[in-house]
């Protein structure tokens, strides 16, 4: 636990030294802009001011190179502006995380075609020409680029269907992990070993939510056979309240459902508790040891496989 407040006071150290020098950044361009002289190396740097000329009426080489500096910073860290509000508010509201996703990974895009547009046109490019004939361009390209369409139309409908949020446990195609990203045009969902199965959005298809509503923990349990069967429920109507008390993972039951079946060597019962999937295993490991610990101080025995041989008369003599 030590280790982890380090960490995270040291990230949020970082966080606050890295938002300081931007803010600082963004005050000397900004106001810097209205008192360098046309000559200073920051009137180029900064996207705010008039691009300076030399005596010729062209523009220095060096100054192209630093006002592309100024451009990268602004529109970068402008892009990681909105991406860092909309991952903070997003979780504040009831699906808001896969929205805010999304969203996040549309202004990534959006803020890369922007900056490249914006370094043609310094550069001398008539953007305006290159955005008519991106038109004809984007035709030719959309033929090729149907799966793209595709997996972004999906993200879409996938967040304003609500078929899952970041956090969701599902299953797709026999994978079964917790949604840890969703994008433009993939999904990453990551399984309790930690393995991250990236899928694209057209291809979720079929899927199943397991956190959509409560899950099941399902626990059978064998008895002998010479156990009193009323004595057994019993004993579980008195202690399975005591499980519920002891672990708050438990949000129903546990229940007694009854004898699930006659096995070869026990009787087989069946206890159930609602859970949140994420913990519904941990759930059934917890409620298994109370149970083995309940049958030890009630003497009510667990049976387990036993071999019987027989032997012959005549092998005896």
Known sequence: MGKVKKKRKLRITLRGITLTIV?????????????????HYFKAISPFADFPLTED????????????????????????????ILNLVGP???????????LSSFAKYIGA???????LSTLGVDTTVL??????????????????????????????EHTFDIGD??????????????????TKIEDAGGDVKVINNSDIRTLINMTSKLSTAICDVSI??????????????????????????????????GVQSLADSGVIIRIIADCNELVRY????????ELKIIFDENNITIPYPQIVIHQSNEENN
């Open 224 to 257: 002998g056979y010479n156990e009193d069967i009323k004595k057994v429920e019993e004993i579980l109507n008195i202690n399975l309240p005591k499980i519920k008390e002891k672990y708050k993972t438990i949000i129903n039951g546990p229940t007694y459902l």
């Open 23 to 39: 803010i600082a950044a963004y005050i000397l361009l900004i106001v810097g802009s209205f008192y360098w002289s046309d000559n």
């Open 113 to 119: 075609i922007v900056l490249i547009f914006t370094i």
């Open 57 to 84: 009426g062209k523009r220095d080489g060096f100054d192209l190179f630093l006002r592309i500096i100024g451009l990268c910073f602004v529109i970068i860290s402008i892009t990681d502006l909105v991406r860092f």
């Open 282 to 289: 941990q759930v059934q490991r917890d409620i298994n040891r």
């Open 169 to 186: 446990i599902i299953v797709v195609d026999g994978f079964r992990g917790t949604v840890k990203e969703m994008g433009v045009r993939t």
């Open 92 to 102: 504040r509201f009831k699906k808001g995380r896969s929205l805010a996703s999304l």
């Open 131 to 160: 955005l008519a004939s991106a038109g004809i361009l984007s035709l030719v390209v959309g033929l090729g680029a149907q799966p793209l369409i595709e997996d972004i139309f999906a993200g879409v409908f996938i967040v304003f």
